[in-house]
């Protein structure tokens, strides 16, 4: 599959300031996603803003772009929107906040009912596996999740080329 950069539909919505994914949010972590059809991949360069100890990610920091990551995966593959529920972080290795770009990856791996569980994989600068967590859904049904979720839809992650940012 070929990739395709995911557009952020809810970035459009007034007041949208999620500290994952928003562009606007000064403090947030400006997350942006692609579908590599299985995967969902994000690459993202850690500031010193972010450290815990001197110089190493933060682990709750490392937490949210696991959560972050995973809800995108749900959203691409299946097409609506839910909580989290439920999730087992794994820290292998150090994250280093002073040495360039990690990256992520995650994928639906268990579809129960309404239960959806993706996993995630944190790479560090070395691109060595630093973190990985099991991340649980609940997920709504379409209509559910339009309503108590601003769901756009699944269509409204992926714009035509000429209309992306």
Aim: charged content about 30%; aromatic content about 12%.
């Amino acid at each position: 599959m070929e990739k395709r950069k995911m557009y952020n539909a809810y970035a459009d919505l007034e007041g949208y300031n999620c500290f994952g994914c928003s562009p606007t949010n000064p403090y947030g972590l400006k997350c942006k996603f692609v579908d590599e059809g299985e995967y969902i991949t994000c690459h993202w360069v850690p500031s010193e803003n972010y450290q815990g100890f001197f110089h190493v990610l933060h682990g709750g920091i490392q937490a949210t772009l696991i959560d972050e990551i995973a809800s995108w995966a749900i959203f691409s593959h299946e097409k609506t929107a839910g909580v989290t529920t439920e999730m087992q972080v794994k820290y292998r290795r150090p994250v280093r906040t002073d040495q360039g770009e990690i990256w992520l990856r995650a994928k639906v791996t268990e579809v129960a009912r309404r239960l959806v569980t993706a996993h995630v994989e944190l790479f560090n600068e070395k691109n060595e596996l630093a973190t990985e967590a099991d991340v649980v859904y609940m997920i709504y049904p379409e209509e559910l999740a339009r309503k108590k979720l601003d769901w756009p839809g699944a269509e409204a992650f992926y714009k035509p080329v000429e209309e992306e940012e």
